[in-house]
């Protein structure tokens, strides 16, 4: 049997002596990550992820003590650690009921989209030289719920730095233009707010996005949004699986079978599950939903500031700008198969 190791996105050194070494470069993410949170809740569209990784970034330049041996055993504790822990916070907000509900009437558009999304990962990224952690990134991001996507598969197969860096941006610069621009095109298009709702929900990232767009549109659009968007994560669990059951057949050069199941399951995604059972089983109360959420968006927040500070300028400078080029690709490709598939299936 082999094991395959699952790195972390950070740099990868030796595992410290003690866990008090951890503790400076964790006041150092806690500290940033708690000037990200509220600049993500003032500004919704684009989130603590995003405000964390920038911070994180800036402050390795500004300050390039801050990348100093003393403080990576408490970076790559928040890239990993912390960032696992974060997709199992967030599993609570997940309601299998809500799941249920939506059930057949989305479903098509949903596995639709999802396989234009990861397809077009594939394809476009081939044809623009974008491969590896950054083209899955994208694409997983594009495909199933944005940042928390990014996140997940981040911490199940280990990807680069840069590749979290770029994903993100892309998603980012995507999710801005969705909400500016899907309510006054629905509007054009006479969209009902069912159809908007199932729409936005398939077709824009980040669930904050979703929100955004959908109650501009109107209130029973909104409700729809969030559900379908609820619904679409819970495909994050079989993504990230055969995302990692991949890596290991490629790094390990064997047979999927001689796999032990722990390195297929990730701990975390188990976690999640979990999580997202006992919200359904009614054993999470409501009155702990908001706090759950922002310590999940802290956990996440707290994780990209990390990777953020562990980045150098020069992994941001190679792919140039043909991974936004793929963001764009796949968020027109989404957006209109969410369209033609509920024409195809009747929502429309």
């Given at each position: ?19 008090i070494e951890r503790v400076p470069g964790l006041l150092v993410v806690l500290a940033l990550a708690a000037a990200a949170v509220p600049l993500g809740r003032l500004v919704p569209v ?61 479903l098509p558009v949903m596995l639709g989209t999802l396989a234009v999304a990861l397809g077009g990962a594939w394809l476009f990224g081939r044809l623009l030289g974008v491969r590896g ?216």
């Amino acid at each position: 049997m082999v094991h395959v190791e699952v790195r972390s996105p950070a740099v990868v050194t030796a595992a410290p002596r003690h866990p008090i070494e951890r503790v400076p470069g964790l006041l150092v993410v806690l500290a940033l990550a708690a000037a990200a949170v509220p600049l993500g809740r003032l500004v919704p569209v684009i989130g603590g992820p995003v405000f964390g990784i920038v911070l994180g970034v800036l402050a390795g330049l500004l300050v390039p003590a801050l990348r100093g041996s003393w403080s990576r055993p408490g970076y790559e504790f928040a890239s990993k650690t912390l960032l696992q822990l974060s997709i199992v916070v967030l599993g609570t907000g997940l309601s299998l009921q809500q799941v249920l509900r939506v059930g057949g009437d989305s479903l098509p558009v949903m596995l639709g989209t999802l396989a234009v999304a990861l397809g077009g990962a594939w394809l476009f990224g081939r044809l623009l030289g974008v491969r590896g952690d950054t083209q899955t990134l994208i694409g997983v991001g594009t495909a199933i719920c944005g940042a928390s996507a990014i996140a997940a598969t981040t911490a199940a197969i280990g990807a680069k730095r840069s590749s979290v860096a770029y994903a993100l941006a892309t998603i980012f610069t995507f999710n801005v233009v969705a909400v500016l621009a899907f309510p006054p095109l629905g509007h054009l298009l006479g969209l009902s707010p069912e159809a908007f709702g199932l729409w936005a929900g398939t077709a824009i990232n980040d669930t904050s996005s979703v929100v955004a767009a959908g109650y501009t549109y109107s209130q029973e659009a909104g409700d729809q949004a969030l559900v379908v968007k609820l619904t679409r994560s819970l495909m994050l669990v079989p993504i990230v699986i055969g995302l990692v059951i991949l890596k290991s057949r490629r790094e390990a050069g064997i047979e999927q079978r001689k796999l032990p199941w722990r390195r297929m399951v990730p701990l975390f995604l188990v976690g999640f599950v979990v999580a997202a059972g006992l919200r359904s089983a009614g054993l999470v109360p409501i009155a702990w939903q908001e706090g759950l959420s922002l310590t999940g968006t802290f956990l996440i927040t707290c994780a990209l500031v990390a990777i953020g500070l562990s980045m150098r300028p020069s992994e941001l400078r190679k792919a140039g700008w043909r991974p936004l080029i793929l963001g764009a690709l796949l968020w027109i490709s989404v957006a209109l198969s969410s369209l033609g598939l509920q024409l195809l299936t009747g929502a429309l």
